[in-house]
């Protein structure tokens, strides 16, 4: 199979395969998407290797995806090679063949994002000034890998565009969150009114409806973050900052229909914002509001769709109902019921081990929140399949098996609970009624929330 896409013959004809090997795979097939459609599901061989050939297709940025997934820029006469191992999808990624040095160097971005977010909360708090100095330093590290890409390598002028994008727009995207995550000023109107008068001049530079950027992070992360800034605009006279308000989102949409003119971008924004606002919100007047804007903003039938399956998800997790009945298995293997376990007040918080530092801080504070309110059960359910690393994970950190579960089919149960949040928390009285779905174990405010119940 590999020396099929590198075949003279291939070469010639200008023909352009995908293929690769799953290590450890988890479905016998993997996905290529666009645009978050999914273009073809492309089935895995007895040796867990897989190879596509594209045939009337659009250049450009695609997803791969197999539970996980990555960037991928394919063009006309690529032969690229993906190897992957599951349980270490990003650190496993590897490229061969012809045209995989431009989804290398996408992937190499998207790390050096990440190392670069490490603790980068503290320079938020940097005045303007010395803010920019920062990012202007990041720029010229990022400017000199670009460089140096582009003299190894012979790339399209549509590449240079996406390339360039994932280089500069982070930068760009921290000068939009700059005000928002600046503590040491309360007033964010005052505060974005002091800044120079060339802090935002970039934005005459930002195509907001590029459709051949919309699989790119970096181009989704920015475009989000202005449209937060300029959804605060809105309001900012009468309220405070506040993203998670029926105000924002309310304005939020309003924004998007106003600047975003290309129809799969502004579906997919919307989307987004019925992910954030309808399936984390105890509003129910605001819910009601923002799906009806919504279904009347969104132009896909299969969009539309999605939003009103999370609207019919989030009514069935409203107060007052009593939660599903989801299948879980317990830490002895055993299939067992979610109305099962609830015996008094319980708390349910989840995790997934690809998240330590939000696995540990979970249960750490769960254990803290047990030995205070024994009146209430705090019960861990990991979103995870694999049943041997939850195990693993149950034992290497001592956690109470006793109160540690994983869903039996995590897909489905994420779309019934609503969880689209790890943060995301349910409280429940001890018939199971839902007292809150949109609780938080980690807000300050929870401990109050618990003592208000036990008070009722």
């Not at 016998?28 to 007895?46: F, H, T």
């Not at 997803?63 to 063009?75: D, K, P, S, T």
């Not at 376990?341 to 047990?370: C, G, M």
Request: aromatic share 12%; with cysteine; proline share 3%.
């Amino acid at each position: 199979m590999l020396s099929a896409c590198d075949s003279s013959k291939n070469k010639e004809s200008n023909r352009t395969y995908l293929g690769g090997e799953i290590v450890n795979p988890k479905e016998r097939y993997v996905l290529l998407e666009k645009n978050d459609k999914i273009i073809d599901s492309i089935p895995l061989d007895a040796h867990n290797r897989f190879l596509y050939e594209f045939k009337d297709f659009k250049p450009g940025l695609y997803r791969f995806a197999h539970r996980e997934h990555q960037l991928l820029h394919i063009e006309p006469g690529d032969s690229i090679m993906i190897r992957v191992n599951t349980l270490e999808f990003d650190e496993s990624l590897s490229f061969s063949g012809k045209g995989s040095e431009r989804s290398r160097f996408l992937i190499d971005m998207y790390l050096n994002w990440e190392a670069e977010n490490k603790g980068f909360t503290q320079y938020y708090q940097k005045e303007p000034k010395d803010f920019q100095n920062l990012l202007d330093s990041i720029y010229k590290a990022r400017s000199k890998k670009l460089n140096k890409f582009y003299e190894k390598y012979d790339v399209s002028e549509s590449f240079k565009e996406i390339a360039e994008v994932a280089v500069y727009y982070d930068n760009y995207q921290r000068k939009e969150s700059y005000p928002f995550s600046h503590y040491k000023k309360n007033d964010k109107l005052s505060f974005i009114e002091e800044l120079p008068s060339d802090f935002y001049s970039f934005r005459e530079s930002i195509d907001l409806n590029n459709e051949n950027l919309i699989d790119l992070y970096t181009y989704r992360r920015y475009l989000n973050a202005f449209l937060d800034h300029q959804a605060y605009k809105e309001y900012c006279q009468s309220h405070s900052y506040n993203t998670v308000s029926f105000l924002h989102n309310y304005n939020e949409v309003k924004v998007i229909e106003r600047f975003i003119k290309n129809p799969e971008l502004k579906d997919m924004l919307l989307l987004r914002n019925a992910r954030l606002f309808i399936a984390n919100s105890n509003d129910k007047k605001g819910v009601d509001q923002i799906f009806s804007l919504l279904s009347s903003s969104i132009t896909s039938p299969e969009t539309k769709m999605n939003v009103e399956k999370i609207y019919d998800s989030h009514k069935k997790m409203e107060a007052g109902n009593i939660i599903p009945d989801l299948m879980l298995i317990d830490a002895e293997q055993r299939m067992v019921t979610l109305s099962s376990r609830i015996r008094k007040p319980t708390v349910l918080y989840f995790w997934s081990y690809n998240y330590h530092r939000h696995l540990e801080e979970s249960h750490k504070k769960a254990k803290d929140l047990q030995s205070k309110y024994p009146e209430f059960n705090f019960i861990g359910v990991n979103v995870n399949d694999e049943n041997d690393k939850w195990m693993k994970n149950i034992r290497m950190h001592k956690f109470n098996p006793s109160m540690e579960y994983r869903f039996s089919n995590a897909r489905n149960a994420r779309v019934s609970l609503v969880i689209n949040d790890l943060s995301k928390t349910i409280v429940l009285d001890k018939n199971g009624k839902i007292l809150n779905s949109h609780a938080n174990i980690h807000r300050t405010d929870f401990e109050s929330e618990l003592l208000a119940y036990l008070n009722q």
